[in-house]
């Protein structure tokens, strides 16, 4: 899997586990590539509508901004979050936590 902000032949890892909140059980879906990562004051836009980041280190990638919106859109239609953990050193961790029916 080639992710578009990561540089070539890095690793990607994908991870699942579950967990109980509020009485309700969550799968969790978590993405971490070894890119530029998500900076600490982009962290709430990034979910927006045609959002792009000026970060020096993500200049070289381009994308339209669509593809976060529509996934949390997706997700927040069927009762989940989707949210980056920004408590990793290096890349970026996106995780989405979707609800068990």
Same mark, same amino acid.
């Given at each position: 899997?080639?992710? @578009?902000? @990561? *540089?070539?032949? @890095?690793?990607?890892?994908?991870?699942?586990?579950?967990?109980?909140?509020?009485?309700?059980? #969550?799968?969790?879906? =978590?993405?971490?590539?070894?890119?530029?990562?998500?900076? &600490?004051?982009? +962290?709430?836009? +990034?979910?927006?509508? #045609?959002?792009?980041?000026?970060? *020096?280190? &993500?200049?070289?990638?381009s994308g339209s901004g669509r593809g976060l919106s529509i996934a949390k859109l997706i997700v927040d239609r069927n009762g989940?979050?989707? #949210? #980056?953990?920004? @408590? +990793?050193?290096?890349?970026?961790? =996106? =995780? +989405?936590?979707?609800?068990?029916?």
């Open positions: 899997m080639q992710s @578009s902000f @990561s *540089p070539d032949q @890095s690793t990607i890892h994908i991870g699942f586990s579950r967990h109980d909140t509020d009485g309700r059980v #969550f799968q969790r879906v =978590c993405v971490h590539d070894s890119g530029p990562g998500v900076a &600490t004051g982009e +962290v709430t836009q +990034v979910f927006e509508r #045609f959002f792009t980041s000026n970060s *020096p280190n &993500t200049s070289k990638y989940g979050q989707i #949210f #980056f953990d920004m @408590s +990793v050193e290096h890349g970026a961790k =996106c =995780c +989405v936590d979707l609800p068990l029916l």
